[in-house]
């Protein structure tokens, strides 16, 4: 179990020339980071698996720069960017965390028309404070399953902005 808190980026995946790959965080805690609790920044940075971690206070709890990552069974607590942003795009997965006040769980509209193969499922969204939970943005595909978005109290408009492209959703929860 690693602590980091109050740093710009809490675990940086590689650097511009070299990246980091085939990586496990588990059980880590990312307290106030300003930019991102952790960020994948090279395109050779891939296949970092985040299991149990919790991120609160951050810009981002996660941010992919380049190259990808995948989260499970995490917390994220107030992000005031999201939970999960991304400027390009690779294949995803977040399964089962939770995210609660954050400002969007995830927004996926990165501008590109080709695809980035992403699994959401299980995950519960509790109260986000922006215009939306979850943007998909890009040919996908996309599955979104068994999800629960909780909206806060006053909350009109929708929790999920679909993309153009291939996606399926399956028993999921709104209010």
């Known amino acids: 179990d690693m602590i980091f808190k109050d740093a710009e980026t809490g675990m940086q995946m590689g650097t511009g020339e070299f990246g980091q790959a085939e990586n496990a965080v588990l059980r880590c805690r990312f307290l106030r980071c300003s930019k991102a609790g952790l960020a ?9 698996w985040v299991w149990h971690c919790r991120f ?25 960017q999201m939970d999960i942003g991304t400027k ?9 965390n939770v995210s609660i006040g954050s400002r ?33 943005g890009n040919a996908g595909p996309y599955l979104v399953a068994y999800i629960k978005i909780k909206s806060r109290p006053g909350k009109t408009g929708p929790e999920i902005i679909m993309s153009w492209a291939d ?3 399956v028993g999921n929860t709104y209010t």
């Open 104 to 136: 969007c769980f995830m927004d996926w509209d990165s501008q590109f028309t080709w695809g980035s193969p992403c699994s959401i499922t299980g995950n519960r969204i509790i109260e986000p404070t922006g215009d939306f939970a979850i943007r998909l």
């Open 88 to 96: 390009n795009l690779m294949v995803f997965s977040f399964v089962n």
């Open 167 to 169: 996606q399926v959703f």
């Open 40 to 48: 994948t920044v090279n395109f050779n940075s891939m296949d970092i």
């Open 56 to 80: 609160e206070d951050c810009g981002y709890g996660l941010y992919n720069g380049a190259g990808n990552f995948h989260a499970y069974e995490s917390l994220f607590l107030r992000s005031r």
